[in-house]
């Protein structure tokens, strides 16, 4: 099955810096890769995703970059706030599709 | 419009006893999942229905866990002889199409307590 890994575990970053975390999956054949937002005590949220068709994609602050031959993908969050601080999720599908593997997470705090 | 129900939102049981747990995905949401959440800890993935084909239960972690989902629709999770490291959220989704390729949507969980 599908394996996501999801680097840093935590990070902490100054109000107004940038925030990148990075995972990894290793079946060639994931083709979706979303990112979900989970603020303390709430339900996970999908904040963006991207398709294997393309490289890039840009939401406002945040953006998702996937590389397909090296199988990783990243989210960037610029210009951070405070309301950005939560535990940030990536997924990949597998070869099957039929579910999604999440990553460890990654606590994000920001600091004002 | 609505989204994903999920009830009870607490629940804290005696070690040994049975749960159920529920789910209602969004109308017209024809693929449903449970996942499991450890405190602090990723999600970790239990069971997932597809309309009237038979659901994949390759993340149950012992035959204690089963689900069912009538009418393809409401959903419920059955912990039997529940242990303490059973404590964790149980977080139900749904989504519109066949598969894993198109957004989940969460409910807000039920914390399990096993004391």
């Known amino acids: 099955g599908e394996n996501v890994e999801q680097h840093p575990s935590t990070l902490s970053v100054q109000e107004g810096d940038s925030a990148v975390i990075k995972c990894t999956y290793s079946?060639?054949?994931?083709?979706?890769f979303p990112w979900y937002k989970q603020e303390l005590g709430k339900r996970p949220q999908l904040i963006i995703d991207i398709r294997s068709n393309v490289g890039e994609k840009k939401d406002q602050r945040i953006a998702v970059t996937l590389n397909k031959t090296a199988k990783h993908f990243s989210l960037h969050i610029t210009e951070t706030q405070p309301e950005d601080s939560a535990v940030y999720f990536c997924?990949?599908?597998?070869?099957?599709?039929?579910?999604?593997?999440f990553g460890g997470g990654t606590r994000v705090l920001v600091k004002p | 419009g609505a989204g994903v129900s999920q009830s009870p939102s607490n629940k804290v049981t005696e070690k040994g006893k049975d749960v159920e747990l529920r789910c209602d995905p969004i109308s017209g949401h024809t693929a449903l999942y449970w996942y499991r959440q450890s405190l602090g800890q990723g999600l970790e993935f239990l069971i997932y229905?597809?309309?009237?084909?038979?659901?994949?239960k390759s993340g149950l972690p012992s035959d204690r866990f089963s689900a069912e989902r009538t009418g393809g629709s409401v959903s419920t999770l059955t912990i039997q002889r529940t242990q303490q490291e059973d404590s964790a959220v149980y977080l139900c989704?749904?989504?519109?199409?066949?598969?894993?390729?198109?957004?989940?949507?969460f409910g807000n969980g039920t914390r399990l307590t096993v004391t």
């Open positions: 079946d060639s054949a994931s083709n979706y």
């Open positions: 229905f597809q309309g009237n084909s038979a659901p994949d």
């Open positions: 997924a990949a599908p597998g070869a099957a599709g039929n579910k999604l593997t």
């Open positions: 989704a749904s989504s519109t199409r066949q598969g894993a390729n198109s957004p989940l949507h």
